[in-house]
């Protein structure tokens, strides 16, 4: 139950977060992909960052995404690593819905695929038990995030 | 060939964070409260703790790798490619941090892997 609440929580703070982030960065001029001089770059590069910084939006997304962070280092005090990271995969799939329903991207037939395979590995994970590494005794197969 | 190796860092370095954070906070016990105090006192822990910080690092590593490859190669090839490290991860939970990995949540494992490549090549214009 704990697992479960954190890592919900960590997961939608990370697609929120993520969100933020595309929209705050969208609304900074746009990252020239042309492969230039390294001078060029540079100072381009800090360009972006000054711009970056002023950026209400990418302030609560970065804030959102430490929200994740410590909530998943919390979740990997207690579970498996190969139980947590499969687990917030999940947050692409809530990425697909949000830049859907949020940012009003085109979400191609492919994309939506990926979302039910992810939903389903996540699926097959939470059932796998969360605790079997340094295991204290009498813990063996916890029950899973999901379930 | 450097963009390959880019990735390989990208992959290794995302993993090898994960499993040396891991290693650090299981180092510091549970988390097991909700007293602001207590949860402060564990943060201070864990930006202290050797195997955390290492962990941090090797997570840098990755993201400046990440950053070079896009300057080299796309993100339609970049992104994709390093959904591997679902599998690579597992793989040092395994062999690091002694977890054992039933077939249930190696079939998981492998569907996430695959569901993120698929998520993560660009649709085409």
């Given at each position: 139950m704990k697992t479960a609440v954190v890592l919900i929580t960590a997961i939608v703070a990370q697609a929120f977060g993520d969100v933020c982030l595309t929209k705050g960065m969208k609304a900074i001029s746009s990252l020239e992909t042309s492969a230039g001089g390294f001078s060029e770059s540079l100072s381009q590069v800090s360009h972006i960052a000054m711009q970056t910084m002023q950026s209400p939006m990418v302030w609560v997304g970065t804030l959102l995404l430490i929200v994740f962070f410590v909530l998943y280092s919390a979740a990997l005090s207690w579970a498996d690593l190969s139980f947590v990271l499969p687990a917030t995969a999940f947050g692409y799939v809530l990425n697909v819905a949000a830049g859907h329903y949020f940012l009003g991207e085109l979400v191609s037939n492919r994309r939506w695929g990926g979302a039910v395979i992810i939903t389903l590995g996540v699926l097959f994970v939470s059932r796998?038990?969360?605790?079997?590494?340094e295991t204290p005794p009498g813990e063996l197969h916890a029950p899973g995030v999901l379930e | 060939m450097i963009t390959a190796v880019l990735i390989a860092l990208v992959v290794l370095g995302g993993s090898a964070g994960d499993v040396f954070i891991t290693k650090g906070m299981k180092q510091l016990g549970e988390?097991?409260?909700?007293?602001a105090g207590r949860l402060l006192a564990i943060f201070g822990r864990a930006i202290t703790n050797r195997y955390f910080l290492i962990g941090v690092l090797f997570m840098a590593v990755s993201y400046f790798s990440f950053l070079g490859a896009l300057r080299l190669a796309d993100l339609s090839l970049v992104l994709p490619a390093t959904s591997i490290s679902f599998v690579i991860t597992t793989i040092g939970a395994r062999l690091f941090l002694n977890e054992t990995i039933s077939p249930m949540r190696w079939a998981g494992i492998l569907l996430v892997g695959i569901g993120v490549a698929l998520i993560s090549i660009p649709s085409q214009p």
């Open positions: 796998s038990g969360q605790r079997t590494g | 988390v097991s409260t909700l007293n």
